[in-house]
Nanobody
Framework: QVQLVESGGGSVQSGGSLRLSCAVS????????MGWFRQGSGEQREAVAV???????TYADSVKGRFTISQDDAKNTLYLQMNSLKPEDTAMYYC???????????????????WGQGTQVTVSS
């Protein structure tokens, strides 16, 4: 059973930075996507950044050039470095794991089987 535990959220001012971490356990799949998703108040959950088993990274247009997704296999941890934060980045951020063939669908939250509990990011202007 895959377990995901996020940490690193908090409150920052516009222009600031945060690094989210996701501790992963029980992940044994050879084909997968892992990613960060977010959900603002009253909004649908959306993809922020995803990475597949080959290291291919895909970002939402709204975060390109500001956010970086990475993984440390030795530490079984997924990261999201967030720079130049904006108030519109305010949301609950979730780490997620999709075991299976990868493709464009890795950006779809509905494909993901395992989710963390989320960590809140609040950016003030």
């Amino acid at each position: 059973q895959v377990q995901l535990v996020e940490s690193g959220g908090g409150s920052v001012q516009s222009g600031g930075s945060l690094r989210l971490s996701c501790a992963v356990s029980g992940h044994t799949y050879s084909a997968y996507c892992m990613g960060w998703f977010r959900q603002g108040s009253g909004e649908q959950r959306e993809a922020v950044a995803v990475i597949d088993m080959a290291g291919k990274r895909t970002y939402a247009d709204s975060v390109k050039g500001r956010f970086t997704i990475s993984q440390d296999d030795a530490k079984n941890t997924l990261y999201l470095q967030m720079n130049s934060l904006k108030p519109e980045d305010t949301a609950m951020y979730y780490c997620a794991d999709y075991p299976g063939p990868t493709g464009w669908w890795c950006l779809s939250p509905t494909k993901y089987k395992y989710w963390g509990q989320g960590t809140q990011v609040t950016v003030s202007s």
